[in-house]
């Protein structure tokens, strides 16, 4: 083709012969400047607009005060829960089943017991309220929020502000555990040792004590929009971004939709919207040959054999995420009448998604992880806030497109981002996955422990690995 062509040229007289290279080159050097400013160009979603709120929109300016808040309850509706719980119908587990038909209700009538009988509820709203709680207006909805400063900086140290996102069914109070590590350095004395932050965890709308939307759509995009709206209000430019579950991906849209604010991003959960050939190769021959198709020893320990376990783990651990996805309210509504089907069906969730073999105990490993005040603490959330339909509906709202096809599947991250591999994790995405889409991954880990809720199950290693990636990014 290309010697018909310059045969062609050869055809044409002298001038004639100059304009088509002076074109040529003209369109050739034109298309070089247009790649060059184009590779330079990074991509960003839209952050857009939103309302949230009862009927249209006011008119009115928005209230953009911070309020203090605090955690009550009253003793009617602790009378009521009791009430509730003493009616509770059981149905006896088959033998030998453990937790593999889902929570084993002989266990399950234990935690209720000890629910009705010795859980402290004032005690734990007293530990709840040891961190200062706020509420503010945003987009028509009222936005609660822990923050919390540090109470002593070392000397030449400025506090780094920090947000950390829950998921479902976790709540703000998973951080509990680790925000005195964050907020209290330990060191001696050097800038990388006594790292010292200001933490602000967010209620997402919908869950515990954030305000749910009234409209549908209220997606990721439109929760990461709300939250940088959040800390701009606190007055906070530029801040670091840390999150799981459902807390990964709305850090993740809001690296995507204001990345000058966005000093680093730390996920200890990944989420890939797209599953590209180069992975089913991995995948095909990671298990024999894992450095050809660029996987560590580690990723391929942890992938396989995948087909034989992690496909079948996967369809059976999701059932619950079809039923919220789809028809949200229908199942959410005995969740909340009966709390003791809120507990068991969020329990649940902390005994599988922390360890793979706890579904093989009686107890379900609960409390080999967790005490049962903190669980329970974490049920109360939803049951007192009547929230667990409208954390549900979160994924309807999500998962009804197409990952893939949305702004932000098809737009890559460029902000520093650390990602912790915890074992236990519901997926593991090697790194060679990750930076297809996180384009500047400054730090790997694989953790030799620890599921789905690392905040609350492993603080000091997630503490740790987040310092460690600050140190990175800030060349400590």
């Known amino acids: 083709m290309w010697q018909d062509i310059l045969q062609s040229v050869r055809s044409y007289d002298v001038p004639q012969r100059n304009v088509i290279v002076a074109s040529c080159a003209l369109g050739g050097g034109g298309l070089l400047v247009f790649w060059l ?20 929109k006011s008119s009115n300016n928005e209230d953009e ?37 889902g929570f084993n209700s002989n266990y399950l009538q234990k935690v209720v017991s000890y629910w009705r009988n010795q859980f402290d509820w004032n005690k734990q709203v007293d530990i709840l309220n040891q961190y200062p709680h706020f509420k503010t207006t945003i987009e028509g909805i009222e936005i609660h929020f822990i923050h919390v400063k540090p109470t002593h900086i070392p000397s030449g140290q ?20 680790i925000i005195p590590l964050l907020t209290n350095p330990v060191g001696s004395g050097s800038s990388g040792e006594n790292l010292v932050f200001e933490v602000i965890c967010p209620s997402i709308p919908g869950y515990g004590f954030s305000e749910a939307p009234h409209k549908q759509g209220f997606d990721m995009t439109a929760a990461a929009r709300i939250f940088h709206k959040l800390m701009h209000r606190l007055g906070f430019q530029e801040y670091y971004l840390q999150g799981g579950d459902w807390g990964s991906g709305i850090t993740t849209h809001m690296a995507q939709m204001l990345p000058k604010s966005v000093k680093g991003l730390h996920l200890n959960m990944v989420f890939l919207s797209k599953f590209s ?8 021959l990671g298990a024999y040959v894992p450095w050809l198709v660029g996987l560590t020893r580690e990723d391929s320990r942890r992938l396989f054999p995948y087909f ?8 059976r651990e999701s059932g619950y995420m079809h ?29 599988t998604w922390t360890d793979k073999s706890f579904p093989n105990l009686d107890d379900g490993g609960l409390e080999r992880k967790y005490s049962l ?6 049920v109360m959330i939803y049951w007192v806030t009547g929230s667990i339909v409208t954390s549900m509906r979160f994924y309807k709202e999500n998962l009804s497109k197409n990952p893939s096809t949305t702004p932000s599947g098809r737009t890559a991250v460029y902000v520093p981002t ?24 400054v730090t790997y880990s694989y953790m030799p422990r620890g599921g789905h809720f690392p905040a609350f199950e492993e603080p000091q290693l997630l503490a740790q690995d987040f310092k460690q990636f600050i140190r990175k990014v800030e060349h400590l």
């Open 37 to 56: 400013l184009t590779r330079q160009r990074k991509r960003t979603i839209e952050m857009g607009e939103g309302w949230w709120g009862f009927g249209e």
């Open 65 to 101: 005060s911070i309020r203090p808040f605090e955690v009550k309850t009253s003793e009617k509706e602790i009378q009521d829960l009791y009430q509730r719980l003493d009616l509770a119908r059981y149905t006896p587990p088959l033998e030998g089943a453990a937790f593999h038909y």
């Open 158 to 177: 400025t506090p780094r502000p920090l947000l950390m996102v829950h998921g479902w069914p976790g709540s703000f109070y998973e951080f509990y555990k």
């Open 277 to 284: 050939c180069s992975d089913l190769i991995s995948l095909l």
């Open 308 to 315: 034989k376990t992690q496909v079948s783990f996967t369809l």
């Open 323 to 351: 039923i919220q996805a789809t028809k949200p309210d229908t199942a959410g509504c005995g969740l909340n009448n009966c709390p003791v089907g809120l507990a068991a069906y969020i329990l649940e969730k902390f005994s």
């Open 373 to 378: 005040d903190d669980l329970l603490t974490n």
């Open 418 to 441: 650390g990602v912790t591999a915890f074992p236990d994790e519901l997926l593991h995405a090697p790194p060679s996955w990750v930076k297809r889409k996180f384009k500047n991954l």
